[in-house]
C-alpha cells in the first residue's frame, strides 16, 4: 500500500494532545531546496534532508520549553562584566 501524502501522524501513532500542526500533518513541510552538488562532497544526508518528512519522520511528542529565562535577560539586559581591565594597550602603528 502507497502511503497517502495527506497522512495524519495520529492515525499512525499514539501522539500527545497537544503536537504541534507541523508535526501532525507533516506533508505541510515541503523540504528543504535541493541545489545539485559535487559527486564527491555528497552526502547520505544530502539525500535524506532533501526530501519532505512522512509521518514516520516526525516527533510523536512534543515539550516546549518555558521562556522564562529569555523573558528575565530581556527586561533586565545582557551580562556586562565592569572588572578591571589589566591588559596592556596595543600600539597603533
Not at 523573558?71 to 539586559?77: A, M, N, P
Amino acid at each position: 500500500m502507497a502511503p497517502d501524502p495527506k497522512d495524519k501522524t495520529h492515525d499512525f501513532y499514539q501522539t500527545h494532545p497537544n503536537l504541534p500542526k507541523r508535526f501532525d500533518e507533516p506533508y505541510l513541510f515541503k523540504g528543504y531546496a535541493s541545489k545539485s552538488q559535487h559527486p564527491m562532497y555528497k552526502t547520505s544526508n544530502n539525500d535524506y534532508g532533501s526530501r519532505p518528512p512522512t509521518v514516520h519522520d516526525v516527533p510523536t511528542t512534543f515539550h516546549p520549553m518555558d521562556q522564562k529565562f529569555s523573558g528575565h535577560l530581556g527586561e533586565c539586559g545582557m551580562y556586562r562584566n565592569h572588572g578591571l581591565n589589566t591588559a596592556l594597550d596595543q600600539k597603533r602603528v
